[in-house]
C-alpha cells in the first residue's frame, strides 16, 4: 500500500504524515505540499489546484491512497471568498476525476463541523439534521460531501471523509480557523501574557485532540467498506468546551494565566456552529471512542509546548 498526502505540511497533514509512515514504512509515504519542505523523505512540492501535477505525482508514483489535506479553513475564507470557493472545491473535482480515471484506489478528503448552520440542533447535532452553513468554507465543505457521495453512489469510489471539530495540537499551528483560538490561548499562557479571545467567554464548540482525530482518519479508512453506512461525511466528537471553561482548565498549571473577550466576526462563525456533536454511527460503524478530555489534552498540550517551545517557562504539571 502506497499513500500520498496532499497538503502534508499543514496541522494535521504534518501528524498524518508521521502516523502513516509509522503504519506503511517510510518508503511508502508520499507527502505533498504547496510550500517547500526540503527536510521531509520523499516530498514534492506541488500546487494542489494544479491537475496535471497531482496527476503527475500519482502515476509516476503508484499511489493507492491519497490523503487531501489542503484547504482554506473558516476565517480565512470570509476573508477571500472566491478563492477559498475555487481552490476548496476545484482540488476535491481534480481529485475525484483523477479517482473516476483509475488512477488511485480509495481517498480521504476532510469535512468539518462547518457544514452545520444557525438552524442545526446545537447540543448533540445528529449526523442527519438541518445543514444550513452560513460560512464560506462551510457551504465549500457541505458541497464537497454532496460530491463525495455522488461520486461514491454513480462511479462507486470508495471515498471516506469525517466532520472533524476543532483540532488541538502543538507541533504546527494551523491557519485561518475559528477553532484557532484554542491552541492560541495555550501559547499566550506558556509566554505568561494576557489571551485577548475573540470568541465570548461563553461559547461552546466541539474540538478533538490531534491524537484522537489522527486515529479516527486512521480507523476509518481501515474499516470495512460494507461497514460504512455513511458515504457523505461522519461526525466526529471528541470534547466540547468554550474559552472560559479552557481558560479555567490552564489555570489550574498556570494559575496567573488572563483572558479578555473581544468577539470578532469569528463569534459569529462560532455562534452558527454545534455546542456538541453526536457521533454514534461512527461509533456503531467503525467503532470510534475518544480518549482524551479537557484535562488530558490540557496537561499534553502545556507539557509538550513547554518542553518543545518555551523552555524557560517553570511548568510543574504531575
Ligand atoms: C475551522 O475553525 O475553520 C476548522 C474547522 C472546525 O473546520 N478548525
Known amino acids: ?27 511508502n509515504l508520499i507527502t505533498s505540499d504547496i510550500n517547500e519542505n526540503p527536510i521531509e523523505p520523499n516530498f514534492y512540492t506541488v500546487d494542489a489546484t494544479d491537475k496535471k501535477a497531482v496527476e503527475k505525482l500519482i502515476v509516476q508514483e503508484q499511489v493507492d491512497e491519497i490523503y487531501l489535506m489542503a484547504a482554506i479553513l473558516s476565517a480565512k475564507a470570509e476573508q477571500f471568498p472566491m478563492r477559498a470557493w475555487q481552490i476548496n472545491m476545484n482540488i ?5 476525476e483523477l479517482f473516476k480515471e483509475g488512477l488511485f484506489k480509495k481517498l480521504f478528503w476532510p469535512s468539518s463541523i462547518a457544514v452545520f ?6 447540543i448533540q ?15 465549500s465543505k457541505l458541497a464537497g460531501e454532496r460530491w463525495v457521495e455522488y461520486y461514491f453512489l454513480k462511479h462507486g469510489l470508495d471515498i471516506r471523509s469525517l466532520r472533524y471539530p476543532g483540532v488541538i495540537s502543538w507541533k504546527v499551528q494551523p491557519g485561518g480557523g475559528t477553532t484557532d483560538y484554542a491552541i492560541e490561548m495555550f501559547h499566550y499562557a506558556l509566554r505568561g ?6 470568541i465570548n467567554r461563553d461559547e461552546p464548540l466541539p474540538m478533538i485532540y490531534i491524537d484522537d482525530a489522527i486515529k479516527a482518519t486512521l480507523q476509518l479508512m481501515d474499516a470495512p467498506s460494507k ?4 458515504r457523505s461525511s461522519y461526525n466526529l466528537a471528541g470534547v466540547s468546551f468554550t474559552p472560559g471553561e479552557l481558560a479555567e482548565a490552564i ?20 455562534r452558527s456552529w454545534p455546542d456538541s456533536i453526536d457521533d454514534s454511527y461512527a461509533r456503531k460503524d467503525w467503532n470510534w471512542q475518544h480518549e482524551f478530555d479537557l484535562d488530558a489534552i490540557v496537561k499534553e498540550m502545556l507539557t509538550n509546548l513547554q518542553s518543545h517551545f518555551y523552555q524557560d517557562y517553570d511548568l510543574s504539571i504531575k
Open 1 to 27: 500500500m502506497k499513500a500520498l498526502i496532499i497538503g502534508s505540511g499543514g496541522q494535521i497533514g504534518t501528524e498524518l504524515a508521521k502516523a502513516l509512515r509509522d503504519k506503511y514504512g517510510q518508503e
Open 92 to 96: 476535491l473535482f481534480n481529485l475525484l
Open 117 to 122: 448552520g444557525p438552524h442545526t440542533p446545537k
Open 125 to 139: 447535532t445528529p449526523q442527519y439534521t438541518v445543514t444550513d452553513p452560513n460560512s464560506v468554507y462551510g457551504i
Open 193 to 198: 501574557e494576557k489571551f485577548v479571545s475573540y
Open 227 to 230: 461497514n460504512l453506512t455513511v
Open 251 to 270: 489555570r489550574k498549571y498556570i494559575p496567573e494565566f488572563e483572558v479578555e473577550y473581544r468577539p470578532d466576526f469569528r463569534q459569529k462563525i462560532a
